[in-house]
C-alpha cells in the first residue's frame, strides 16, 4: 500500500480514497490545507468525529463552484482545532500506518544489505581483474616493443638493400642523349609543312570552309608532331635532373637509416627493463605528454614512401635510357602514322569533292530543264487565263440581256440558274488559274535562284580542289625517314 505521508510533516498532496487516516501535524498549515471538506449536514459547530472523517473522507471529491470554494475556506479559516481539545480517539497515526512504517524498515533494511553485499563482491571481483587487467597490459607491452624491434630490423635490411642498389644507378644517361637532340630537330620539316597545308586551306571559300576529317587530321598532326617535340625535351630535362634527384634520394635514405638504428638501440634497452630493472622512476604526467610526430601508420610510411621514391627515382633512371629508345621509335611511328591518315583523308576528301562537283553539275543541267519547262507552263496558264475571257463575257451578257424582259417575262427560269452558275464556275477557274499562275511563277523564281546557287558552289568547288590536290598534296610528297626521326643520322 502506496505511503500518502511522511511522519514528520504528514503532508498530502490531495484527498486519496483510503480507509485510513493521513498523519495530522501539529502545524498550522496541516490544518488549514488538510481539514476535510463540511458537507451539507454538517457545520462548524458541530463536534469533530472520526467516523464523520471517515464518511467524508471516503467519498470522491466533486467539482464545486468558485463561490463554494470561497466559502469552504472562510469556514476552515475560522474553525481551529487544537490538540488541548482532542479527545482519546484523536490519535495521529492508525495501526495500519504503523505496521506499514515497520514493514518499510524491513524492506530498506533488506536493500541495504543487499547493495552493501553485492559492493563487496564487485570490489573484491575488480582488485583481482585489474590485477591480471595490470599483468596482461606489462606483456602485451612488452610483446610489442619486441615487435616494434623486428619492424625496425626489417627497414633497416631495406634501407640497407635500396641504398646499395641506388649507388649502382646513380650515372648512366648520357649515350642517347644526342640522338635524341638530331631526331627533335628532324621534327621541324614535317611541322612546317602540316602548318603549310592548314594556312592554304583557310583560302576555301564559302561552304567548302568547312572543320572536315582533313582539317582535323592536319591539326592532330600538328599536334602529335608538338607533342613528340615536347616529350623529347621533357626527357632531356630528365636527364639532367636525374643524377640530382638520385643523389637527394640517397640522402634521405641514409638519414633514415641512421634514424632507425638510434631508434632500434632505445627500444632495444626499453624491451629488456622489468620491475626489478635499475633506472626505472616515476615521471609524473609523462603519460599526458605527446611529443610525437608520427603514428605507426605514418612512421611505416614514411620509410615505405622513402623506399618506393627511390625505387620510382631509380625506376625512373634505369627507365628513362629505355624511354629514349622507346620514344624515339613511338614518336617515328606516330608521326608516320598520322602523316599517312593525313594523306587518305585528302584522297577521301578529293574524292569527296569531285564526286560533289560532278553532282551538282548534274543537278545544274536538271535545274536549267526545270526553269525551261517552268517557263513553258506560266506561258501555257497565261493562255488558259486569255481563253476564259470570251465565255465569260457572253455569259455576263446573256444575263445583261435577259435582265431587259418585260413584265411578268422577268421570270428565274432555268437558263437564268444556268447561267448563274456559268459565270460562277468560269470565274472560279480564272481565280484557280491564276492563283496557280502565281504558284508557277515564284518557282521560277526558286529555281533561278537555285541555278545561281548552284553556279556558285561549283566554283567554290573548283577552288577546293586546286588547293587540296595542287597545293597540299604536292608538299607532301617528301617526309622524313625512320633512320632519320630516331636519330641515327
Known amino acids: 500500500m502506496e505511503l500518502i505521508g511522511s511522519t514528520q510533516t504528514a503532508t498530502y498532496a490531495r484527498p486519496k480514497i483510503s480507509n485510513f487516516l493521513p498523519a495530522i501535524s501539529t502545524m498550522a498549515s496541516s490544518y488549514k490545507n488538510f481539514q476535510p471538506a463540511l458537507t451539507a449536514n454538517q ?62 524498515n524491513y524492506r530498506e533494511s533488506e536493500s541495504s544489505r543487499n547493495s552493501a553485499e553485492r559492493l563487496r563482491r564487485d570490489t573484491i571481483r575488480l582488485i583481482q581483474d585489474r590485477e591480471q587487467l595490470t599483468r596482461r597490459t606489462q606483456e602485451n607491452t612488452s610483446r610489442n616493443l619486441g615487435e616494434r624491434l623486428n619492424d625496425i630490423s626489417f627497414w633497416r635490411s631495406e634501407l640497407h638493400h635500396e641504398i646499395d642498389n641506388m649507388v649502382t644507378e646513380i650515372a648512366a644517361l648520357n649515350e642517347v642523349k644526342r640522338r635524341l637532340e638530331r631526331a627533335l630537330a628532324e621534327t621541324e620539316g614535317p611541322l612546317q609543312m602540316s602548318q603549310e597545308c592548314l594556312f592554304h586551306r583557310e583560302k576555301r571559300m564559302s561552304i567548302d570552309l568547312v572543320h572536315d576529317d582533313v582539317e582535323k ?72 605528454l605527446d611529443p610525437f610526430l608520427s603514428l605507426p601508420d605514418s612512421w611505416s610510411k614514411f620509410t615505405d614512401d622513402n623506399i618506393l621514391h627511390s625505387q620510382s627515382e631509380r625506376a625512373a633512371s634505369h627507365k628513362l635510357r629505355d624511354e629514349i629508345e622507346v620514344l624515339l621509335n613511338t614518336t617515328s611511328n606516330e608521326m608516320w602514322n598520322q602523316f599517312n591518315t593525313v594523306n587518305v583523308a585528302f584522297t577521301n576528301r578529293i574524292s569527296e569533292m569531285a564526286e560533289a562537283k560532278n553532282s551538282l553539275q548534274t543537278h545544274l543541267a536538271k535545274t536549267l530543264q526545270e526553269i525551261f519547262q517552268t517557263e513553258m507552263l506560266i506561258e501555257a496558264l497565261k493562255k488558259a487565263i486569255r481563253d476564259k475571257e470570251s465565255p465569260l463575257k457572253v455569259a455576263q451578257t ?25 459565270v460562277r464556275e468560269i470565274e472560279d477557274t480564272i481565280h484557280k488559274l491564276r492563283e496557280r499562275l502565281m504558284e508557277a511563277e515564284n518557282t521560277l523564281q526558286n529555281l533561278v535562284k537555285t541555278k545561281v546557287a548552284l553556279e556558285h558552289d561549283i566554283s567554290v568547288k573548283a577552288n577546293s580542289l586546286f588547293l587540296d590536290q595542287e597545293k597540299c598534296m604536292s608538299m607532301r610528297k617528301s617526309f622524313p625517314s625512320t633512320p632519320r626521326l630516331v636519330g641515327y643520322t
Open 43 to 104: 457545520n462548524a459547530n458541530t463536534p469533530w468525529r472520526t467516523n464523520t472523517y471517515f464518511r467524508t473522507g471516503s467519498a470522491i471529491p466533486s467539482i464545486m463552484s468558485i463561490s463554494q470554494r470561497d466559502n469552504l475556506e472562510l469556514v476552515r479559516a475560522n474553525t481551529m482545532f487544537y490538540p488541548s481539545n482532542r479527545t482519546a480517539l484523536n490519535t495521529r497515526y492508525t495501526p495500519d500506518d504503523w505496521f506499514k512504517s515497520n514493514y518499510s
Open 217 to 288: 587530321d592536319l591539326i592532330k598532326e600538328v599536334e602529335v608532331i608538338k607533342s613528340c617535340q615536347e616529350r623529347m625535351r621533357r626527357n632531356l630535362d630528365k636527364a639532367i635532373a636525374q643524377l640530382a634527384s638520385n643523389r637527394a634520394c640517397q640522402h634521405e635514405l641514409e638519414r633514415d637509416l641512421n634514424d632507425k638504428v638510434t631508434a632500434q638501440r632505445i627500444d632495444d634497452r626499453c624491451h629488456q627493463m622489468r620491475n626489478t630493472s635499475d633506472g626505472i622512476s616515476y615521471y609524473r604526467g609523462i603519460e599526458r
Open 398 to 422: 446573256r444575263l445583261e440581256e435577259r435582265i431587259r424582259r418585260p413584265n411578268v417575262e422577268l421570270c428565274r427560269d432555268n437558263p437564268h440558274h444556268r447561267l448563274v452558275i456559268e
